[in-house]
């Protein structure tokens, strides 16, 4: 396997978990990075939160941001416990739009502004996630400047996370960047390996909801990580029942009767009815 590297951070192969709001909690994270995960990113974060994180995994944070305030600080914060910084451009939903941000931040004054205070404010890689848009090629001029790494997920936005990827532009961005490409969109256990030939890093989302083995097997070791390897962790980090209750959802697509387990989760109150569910 060729040599994996971000800047000046090393990775012990080319496989990361993707960026995923609601689902990439520190027990999940937990589990895709004991399961041969390179790298695991949170979902996107706002760098004016007030929550306080538990980023005891080390993961790469990803940023969502409509301007440069508050990241000085928010980096300040947190970069001893981070392994690198994302700054999301390409997420589609109907909440990016309306705060403006993600692929929504089309005005390459302010993209510059902050993945320039982004790079004055850590010495950790900075990346930053694309979609398909016809300014890509200036944003990209702009992220050489300061970045280490390029994502993109070729779908538009009016795709959101439903089509078929568009290989073809992946390509050309991969042609037309100086920095490594970091591939996302439709990755399995199938294609992975092929989409490393092509591109320096490969992200997996979807794939991995419910399955964090997915990386074991990449490596060849078919480990089985199962709803309870889960659940001991969620108890050590002390998750919310909500959060719980989403990934025992999630865990239920590789289950016998899944459709039955998930009526039954959905009317689940306790922890522990959630456990004898998915028992």
């Not at 937990?30 to 994180?53: H, R, S």
């Amino acid at each position: 396997m060729k040599p994996c590297k971000i800047g000046s951070l090393k990775l012990k192969n080319p496989f990361f978990l993707a960026p995923m709001a609601g689902t990439n909690d520190i027990a999940f994270r937990t589990l895709c990075k004991k399961a041969g995960a390179a790298l695991v990113y949170t979902g996107m974060i706002n760098p004016l939160t007030k929550e306080k994180l538990n980023l005891e995994d080390k993961p790469a944070i990803q940023i969502f941001a409509k301007s440069e305030q508050g990241i000085r600080e928010f980096i300040k914060k947190y970069d001893s416990h981070v392994s690198l910084w994302d700054f999301n451009l390409a997420c589609p939903a109907p909440v990016a739009k309306n705060q403006g941000v993600g692929y929504f931040l089309q005005d390459l004054r302010i993209i510059e502004k902050i993945l320039r205070t982004m790079r004055q404010s850590t010495k950790k890689p900075v990346t930053i996630k694309l979609r398909i848009s016809d300014k890509n090629e200036e944003i990209i001029r702009i992220a050489e400047k300061y970045c280490d790494a390029i994502a993109i997920h070729p779908r538009t936005q009016k795709q959101g996370y439903s089509g078929t990827p568009e290989m073809e532009y992946a390509e050309k961005i991969k042609e037309m960047a100086k920095l490594p490409v970091i591939y996302s969109g439709n990755v399995d256990e199938k294609n992975a390996r092929k989409l490393v030939n092509k591109f320096d890093f490969i992200m997996i989302g979807r794939k991995a909801m419910g399955n964090p083995g997915i990386f074991s097997e990449l490596m060849g070791k078919k480990k089985i990580i199962g709803f309870g390897h889960f659940l001991k962790l969620a108890g050590k980090y002390n998750l919310y029942f909500s959060q719980i209750k989403l990934q025992a959802m999630n865990f239920t697509k590789n289950m016998d009767n899944a459709k039955k387990r998930r009526r039954k989760l959905i009317l689940a109150k306790t922890v522990e009815e959630v456990e004898k569910i998915m028992s």
